[in-house]
């Protein structure tokens, strides 16, 4: 009964965990902020599947329909969809500078520059 | 029935793009693969009833950030340089972080279940009192635009940061290459 209860959190943890290991394992600071986007809507799943009541209805009012899933993790989550947007924005920029600053986006490259200064 | 069977068939389709997204090194394809990861994304929300974040989702994380993405590239080159240190350490910490996080849930309450803790506070309010409080069929957007107006401020606050923070980096700054700038003295 644990695994039909519980087996969506756990893929969306396994989605999770695949972009976290994009963050941590790739050298490319591009590919590493696909990678926080990744983990980041993976979250945004966790977030809506948690507030999904089964047989529920979306959170606009009708009559004669009683159940409606929980709003209030969806009013967050578009919020965190926002603020990412924006935070992905910012981090891409300072991407472009190191770019036009090293020559380079690979962590391995940087690194190798700073060194040598 | 057919919404298990549909649940599965994205959940399992997010896995396929996220894990092709891991192992392919030209970058224009890991964004596309984002790309297509959320869109399945804002799909599986409309699944989960969740239509206003499924929309906002189709049009700033599928629009938005892809073209973010893929204008950054365009920029700094699209190939990546495959990784000379081995990748152990990572999987690693992400397995031990993954089997911390599957811990976590063996305490949750199960997926859809009405009588879940997060149920009984405030949402009921929100659901009962909506219509009489703001006269909006939508609680959603009463929640966000009236009950919670003050954190949709914080968010205006922070999207605002972080054009100032991207024209300062980026727009402000003069185009200037440093040889050529000398000489031109």
Known sequence: ?117 | MLIEAVNIVLLALLAATAIAAVRLHDLFAVAMMFGIYSLLAAVMFVLLDALDVAFTEAAVGVGISTVLMLATIGLVGRHELPSTHRSLLPLAVVVATGAALIYGTLDMPFFGDPGAPVHQHVAPYYISQSPHQTGLPNVVTSVLASYRGYDTLGELAVIFTAGVGVLALLGLRRRKRPGKHRTAQ
């Open chain 1, 1 to 117: 009964m644990t695994i039909a209860g519980l087996y969506n959190y756990w893929i969306v943890i396994l989605l999770m965990m695949t972009g976290f290991y994009v963050v941590i394992s790739s050298g490319n600071l591009v590919k590493k902020i696909i990678g926080l986007n990744l983990f980041q809507a993976s979250v945004f799943i966790l977030y809506i599947s948690i507030g999904k009541i089964a047989n529920g209805h979306v959170p606009i009012l009708q009559d004669g329909v009683s159940h409606y899933s929980n709003p209030l993790p969806h009013v967050l989550i578009l919020t965190a969809i926002v603020v990412g947007v924006s935070t992905t924005a910012l981090g891409l920029a300072l991407v472009v500078r190191i770019r036009e600053s090293y020559g380079s986006v690979e962590e391995e490259e940087i690194h190798r520059q700073d060194e040598s200064l």
